[in-house]
């Protein structure tokens, strides 16, 4: 099992260094962690007495790393989900907030489980997330995967300017279907066509 440090780190590998695209909500990232993150939590990294791009320009590997498990992990509880669903529920959550715990969620009210579907994991949905787990983890764990998936296919359905995020230049998988895709079974991976079909209401770029 991967310990909780090493799936931080892949992470921020993942998420890459600074950036300040104009279509992305979330305004000024480095390594997956926005300027809105280091205002809510203030953290002024330069000790400047502002927090502001420069601060996200200054951070470090290592604090984005303690941001995430602090914040992304530890507080939303993902450590009582089962072992299958912790690395992809860490990773949307850094990703998308309290939606990956409610992609979850509506998941397992589809498959026939009563719970809330608030964005909080408390024991009922640990309790369901474990016992669907005991069924078939691997099963579980790409379900979770594809709702992701879907999740940001829809998101880029809404919004045509994050479209970019879900398809690249050329017409490939984009950063965001990608990362989905990460967690998911080869066999479950859509292949061109099938990605073709799906984005053919969105037009050229």
């Known amino acids: 099992m991967q310990s909780v440090m090493e799936i931080a780190a892949e992470i921020v ?3 890459g260094g600074f950036v300040n695209d104009p279509d992305d909500p979330g305004g000024a990232t480095k390594y997956g962690v926005t300027i809105g993150t280091l205002r809510r939590l203030g953290l002024d990294v330069t000790g400047d007495g502002d927090v502001d791009a420069g601060d ?3 951070l470090t590997r290592a604090q984005a790393v303690a941001i995430f498990i602090r914040h992304y992990f530890d507080a939303p509880r993902i450590a009582s989900l089962p072992e299958c669903l912790q690395a992809t529920v860490f990773d949307m ?3 998308a ?3 990956a715990v409610r992609i979850l969620q509506r998941l397992l009210r589809d498959m026939g489980y009563r719970v809330a579907v608030d964005g909080t994991i408390g024991p009922q949905t640990a309790g369901a997330a474990a016992d669907a787990a005991t069924v078939d983890a691997t ?3 790409d379900a979770y995967g594809i709702a992701r998936r879907n999740y940001y296919f829809r998101l880029a359905d809404r919004r045509p300017a994050s479209r970019k995020y879900a398809r690249t230049r050329a017409g ?3 950063g965001w279907i990608k990362r989905a895709e990460e967690f998911i079974s080869p066999n479950y991976h859509l292949n061109q066509q099938a990605f073709q079909e799906r984005i053919a209401a969105w037009g050229n770029l």
Do not use: F, M
């Open 97 to 99: 907030g309290s939606n």
């Open 139 to 141: 099963g579980l764990r």
């Open 172 to 174: 490939g998988k984009g």
């Open 93 to 95: 959550y850094v990703n």
């Open 13 to 15: 590998a993942r998420e």
């Open 56 to 58: 996200v320009k200054a």
